[in-house]
Nanobody
Framework: QLQASGGGLVQPGGSLRLSCANS????????MGWYRQAPGMERELVAT???????VYGDSVKGRFAISGEDAQNEVFLQMNNLKPEDTAVYYC????????????????WGQGTQVTVSS
């Protein structure tokens, strides 16, 4: 349901822009964002954007990465500037949706991952 694109190989100090879109589901997402996982490491938060625009960044990307999106379009973008070799990882698009039955519950969605490699 989540289609991510924009990864690739870039030199240190360079920039990349990742995109993620809802690929056809009728679900309206509550939150969209990005996580990443480097080899041998746990998946970590990069940035998330909630419906209405509230944003959270992981400590390692603050000041370098910027997340943006359009609530109505169910899409999110990640502008990555001043990339460092330690940013090398598979980047996963994430979204969640809220639902109510007898109580509130959340459904998580993950994209297929896109490789970002920062190397000279």
């Amino acid at each position: 349901q989540l289609q991510a694109s924009g990864g690739g190989l870039v030199q240190p100090g360079g920039s990349l822009r990742l995109s993620c879109a809802n690929s056809g589901s009728v679900v309206n997402f509550n939150m969209m964002g990005w996580y990443r996982q480097a080899p041998g490491m746990e998946r970590e938060l990069v940035a998330t954007r909630s419906f209405g625009g509230s944003i959270v960044y992981g400590d390692s990307v603050k000041g370098r990465f910027a997340i943006s999106g359009e609530d109505a379009q169910n899409e999110v973008f990640l502008q990555m500037n001043n990339l460092k070799p330690e940013d090398t990882a598979v980047y996963y698009c994430y979204a969640d949706s809220l639902h109510y039955s007898t109580s509130w519950y959340k459904i998580d969605y993950w994209g297929q991952g896109t490789q970002v490699t920062v190397s000279s």
